[in-house]
């Protein structure tokens, strides 16, 4: 190692220049897509933690996260799944009445609608701009509604879709849930139940939530182990058998948790829109109160240990090219349908949850971005259009910034051929195309490869040159033993890797 270190201390001094354009670049590709993936390995760090802890991960996007059920977050779900067990549902909410794929979904026979609520709860609700695709369910004062009405969550074991989300149904669970608490002295009461026919049918407590104080309150259901074959278990907020509901309720948050299982993911939506772009979801969290943005992320950290390990995987750019508005992120703003105006836009929505998380008093250590660069659709992009590039630097900002690259991950005639595409016209995908994909992405971050310091998922000169830069420095980069000193050694684990890459490793 030292006669190799010897050869190329020659060139060190000339690939300076060479390595600082490559850290502040990654990868440029003379069209402007982007790279493969940057800077991938604090994900890959993330998803292996997966394997013996409980981690989650909160997804925001535009129509394509929730797109007919078969969106990113039921690919993503399934994609996961393949390799960690999913310890918990997502977080759904009482008002919502849609299905998300893998067979769970909340039910609302009855109607509770998602609006009416107090103004004293109002900081802790659903806002009509699409953040948090779990809408609150509102029965007000003086209102009744039938014991057994099916408003709540289901599990559908027998499914043909439900053994895709590798949660094991027949383990102990626990349904949890939250509802608001009102300033009413008395009145109201509705009594929670879980129930599966000819298996378990268990009734909580009536609750009166007219505690004379607005606030959020949570409570759980245990439900025993045992074989559920292949009925569906069901939340009701008003259960069969108990005293009719009467309002005022104030109906949030639902969520099924395996008790049996101490690791795996659980995948959530935190933001789903038709037509999106990404200042439209930064400007949504904006003026989301940072109450209910607390209350949220409280959830998808609650059933975790301490400290929690959150994902943020941001998915928007197609829509951008249509955004008539200038970027609101930290450096702009720019003018809209520029690259500097999304990659701006990004950073806000990054800032903001950061935000939310240090008011919260929570360590933002514990949290991990992931910036998604959406796939090649059918229509043509402008030529010179770069937004994937420019999404690809943002992850240059800090160490817990990832960037995968769906443009890369399947090309324009592979998505036509193999019928991954939802036509006529291909801004969505089928729902092959979506776990396809999200296979594909896990995979990539899957396979981060130690001596790849640039996280364009390829051991190249470009890596070479960024040893080179730091060679004789204390790390952390380019410090692949971690001795604390970039060394001979650590020159020699990169050249013994030279050439590698993700899909070959």
Same mark, same amino acid.
């Given at each position: 190692m030292p006669l190799i270190a010897k050869q190329l201390g020659g060139i060190a001094s000339a690939t300076v220049a060479l390595a600082t354009a490559v850290a502040a670049f990654?990868?440029?590709?003379?069209?402007?897509?982007?790279?493969?993936?940057?800077?991938v390995q604090p994900v890959k760090d993330l998803l292996d933690l997966a394997e013996t802890r409980r981690i989650d991960v909160v997804c925001l996007g535009d129509s394509n996260q929730l797109f007919s059920g078969v969106g990113w977050q039921d690919g993503l779900t399934i994609a996961l799944g393949e390799h960690y067990p999913m310890y918990a549902t997502p977080i759904l909410g009482a008002g919502a009445n849609n299905a998300i794929g893998v067979a769970l979904n909340t039910t609302a026979d009855v109607s509770l609608p998602p609006t009416g609520a107090p103004a004293g709860l109002l900081p802790f609700d659903d806002p009509s701009f699409g953040v948090d695709a779990t809408p609150y369910g509102f029965l007000p004062a003086g209102a009744t509604i039938p014991a057994g009405s099916n408003i709540g969550m289901r599990l559908r074991p027998g499914n043909s879709a439900w053994d895709a989300n590798n949660f094991n149904a027949d383990h102990a669970m626990r349904v949890r849930f939250d509802y608001g608490t009102v300033d009413a002295a008395s009145g109201a009461v509705f009594t929670p139940q879980a129930q599966q026919n000819g298996s378990f049918n268990i009734l909580h407590p009536a609750i009166n939530p007219a505690t004379g104080a607005f606030g959020i309150a949570s409570s759980f259901i245990?439900?025993?182990?045992?074989?559920?074959?292949? #009925?569906?278990?069901?939340?009701r907020w008003f259960g069969s058998g108990a005293p009719d509901g009467a309002g005022p309720v104030h109906a949030l948050y639902m969520r099924f948790e395996d008790l049996d299982e101490s690791a795996g993911q659980s995948v959530h939506t935190l933001y789903g829109v038709g037509g999106a772009t990404a200042r439209d979801c930064a400007v949504a969290l904006f003026d989301t109160p940072d109450e209910q943005l607390r209350l949220f992320f409280e959830n998808v950290r609650r059933l975790q240990p301490s400290p929690a390990r959150v994902l943020v995987r941001i998915s928007?750019?197609?829509?951008?090219?249509?955004?008539?508005?200038?970027?609101?992120g930290p450096d702009g703003p720019f003018p809209p349908k520029t690259d500097a105006a999304v990659a701006d836009n990004f950073r806000a929505i990054m800032d903001r949850i950061n935000q939310v998380w240090i008011d919260a008093g929570w360590d933002p250590d514990e949290l991990t971005f992931l910036l998604i660069g959406c796939h090649d659709r059918l229509e043509p992009e402008p030529e010179g259009y770069g937004f994937r590039q420019a999404i690809a630097d943002v992850a240059l900002d800090a160490p817990n910034i990832a960037f995968v690259n769906h443009y890369r991950l399947a090309s324009h005639y592979f998505l036509i051929v193999n019928g991954w595409y939802a036509l006529p016209t291909g801004a969505h995908l089928e729902a092959i195309g979506y776990e396809g994909m999200c296979r594909w992405e896990v995979e990539t971050l899957r396979q981060s490869i130690a001596?790849?310091? #640039?996280?364009?998922?390829?051991?190249d000169t470009a890596d070479l040159g960024l040893m080179l830069a730091v060679f004789g420095s204390a790390g952390p980069l380019g410090d692949l033993n971690n001795d604390g000193v970039v060394d001979t050694a650590d020159l020699g684990s990169l050249i013994g890797r030279f050439g590698a890459s993700c899909v070959s490793e």
């Open positions: 990654a990868g440029v590709n003379p069209d402007g897509q982007g790279p493969l993936a940057v800077n245990d439900i025993p182990a045992g074989a559920r074959n292949g #009925n569906d278990i069901n939340f928007f750019g197609a829509n951008d090219l249509t955004d008539d508005l200038p970027s609101v001596a790849d310091l #640039n996280g364009d998922c390829n051991v």
